[in-house]
DNA sequence: TGCAAGAATACTGTATGCAGCATTTAGCGC
DNA sequence: GCGCTAAATGCTGCATACAGTATTCTTGCA
């Protein structure tokens, strides 16, 4: 019970003395077969209720009845309850003794909550970026921008929006602290069911696109105040764009 | 499948239309019988493994058995695993494919990243406070405190740590800000195993107190800037505290 | 003795069954 | 028709059973 897990768990992991190594885990050949895909039904469950919720294909209120979903994702009670309760966890369904789970409701004060939760974070992270981000990290983020403008351009709503969180969550993984970006994706993953309804007019759009766009700049500069600045301002925006069209 | 949720769920509660309004849920008759406890298993268990896991009764790196603790539970297997996801989700477990969950460990640098997220959060939540909170507020935090100061007198340590962490999460919770609070206190939570072994000498301790002795009073003067500033130097204190006998 | 291959064991992942609670429906008195 | 009570239905919570995979043990060989 103490001598546990110092043989090799999986190929590619070596363990010597007590320190577990962790080899690079394929081999990078582009032509060795891809990686094994250790199929976790749980995994497959919880990405798809998940995102059922947050595409609202499960309003908020529902009752989740386990006999339906589990029957319309081909699997037993078992696995869908585990996962039913990981997002619970996670803060998107609620869980009702003896009544099962109900996906979670918003009001605009909880989503106002969140948004200065996520701005709070994010100009952390900005902060920090600025301090130890590599010009290639920085590099990366530029990339996402040029494609998310791209998108703006062609009018690719759906693409503009994933790009958009990905330069976010972007930022806060320069801050290089793992739990600064678990607790982000965490509140984002909240959020997200509710800026998937906030689709702004062509001018609140352009104006997101703008402040995209000295974003980048001051990470650039690594300007660390103003970069800050913009990212309070940006996420004043998201307020202003989601707030009406929600319950009190 | 749209309408459901309007009929009473609990005795206390009524729907109106569509709406649920929530009475006071007990009658706040002191001789009225206690509300009835809506036993939870779930709960009772995902309780008694964080304890588990924060009492270093399951250190880092264990594999948690399922058969093992369930029988030392008195529970079977299939509401202890749904416990356990539950805590994967919190970041307390690991999820490993095939092998179970493994009590996670955290090494000095997620340590650090840790406190560094608490820091800004509760820097935050202290700057809200200082605008929102009422004196009544204020003065709950301030009783809390002197009862801390009671038990460092008295040297009880144990009920000095639990009120130290209740008054960080009171602060917090002055913010009122349901979001903030979560992350705070899932990230706290994580925390706990760490901080429960970081037991400072008398000089340290003496600071500790000092600073909180200034954390209340800039507090109550309403004096953000301050609040931030002790809060940051507190939380530096911490990390000076437990840096220490950590893994690389 | 040391190593390796295969059998045996242990444990996890999933499905299913059953008891109990919640909700709905049916029946009954007014 | 309306409200109340009771049966019936549906669903959740928990336990157990079984299949598949990891781990350990055993045996054979050098």
Redesign the pocket.
């Known amino acids: 019970m103490i ?8 190929p590619w992991r070596i363990s010597s003395k007590d320190a577990v190594v962790v080899l690079s885990p394929p081999p990078a050949n582009p032509d060795a077969p891809a990686r094994i895909e ?5 995994d ?2 919880v990405s798809r209720l998940r995102d059922m919720i947050i595409e609202g294909h499960l309003p908020p209120g529902t ?8 029957a319309q994702l ?9 996962a ?1 309760k990981y997002l619970a966890s996670e803060g998107l369904v609620d ?7 109900v996906v979670k409701t918003f009001g605009a004060k909880e989503v106002l909550d969140m948004i200065e939760v996520i701005r709070t974070l994010e100009q952390f992270a900005g902060a920090r970026a600025c301090q130890i981000a590599t010009n290639q990290d920085i590099g990366a983020i530029r990339d996402l921008h040029d494609q998310m403008i791209a998108c703006y351009e062609a009018g690719d709503r759906l693409q503009y929006y994933k790009l958009n969180q990905a330069i976010h969550s972007g930022i806060v993984a320069l801050a290089d602290n793992a739990a600064l970006s678990d607790v982000h994706s965490m509140v984002q993953t909240r959020l997200k069911r509710i800026r998937f309804i906030g689709h702004e007019g062509p001018e609140k759009w352009a104006n997101a696109v703008a402040e995209h766009q000295e974003m980048i700049a001051a990470l650039e500069s690594r300007d660390a105040d103003r970069l800050s600045a913009i990212l309070g301002q940006h996420l004043t925006l998201a307020w202003e764009r989601v707030k009406d069209g929600l319950s009190p």
């Open positions: 001598d546990l897990w110092v043989r090799p768990a999986y250790r199929h976790s039904l749980h497959a469950i009752r989740i009845n386990e006999g339906q979903i589990g081909g699997v037993s009670r078992t696995p869908l309850r585990e039913i869980l009702v003794p003896s009544r099962g789970a």
